[in-house]
C-alpha cells in the first residue's frame, strides 16, 4: 500500500476488527506516536517536484518513440 508503515490496516468488512485498530490508536500513546513518524517519513517519498519529474520522463518517452 501507499502508506507503507505508516497507517493503520483494517478488514473494512469486520467491525470487530475496525473496533479493535481504533482502540488500538486511541489508548496507545506511544504507537500513536511511532504511526505519525512513519507516516511523516512515508510522506518525503512524495512530491509535486518528483511527480512532475516522472511525469516529464514520461512525455519525453512518448514523443521519442521509447516505451512508456
Excluded: M
Amino acid at each position: 500500500e501507499i502508506y507503507d508503515d505508516g497507517a493503520v490496516y483494517f478488514d473494512a468488512s469486520s467491525v470487530q476488527d475496525i473496533a479493535e485498530k481504533l482502540e488500538l490508536v486511541a489508548r496507545d500513546g506511544a504507537y500513536r506516536t511511532r504511526l505519525s513518524e512513519r507516516a511523516k517519513k512515508r510522506s518525503t517519498d512524495f512530491s509535486w517536484a518528483h511527480c512532475a519529474e516522472k511525469t516529464l520522463e514520461v512525455y519525453d518517452r512518448a514523443l521519442h518513440g521509447g516505451t512508456v
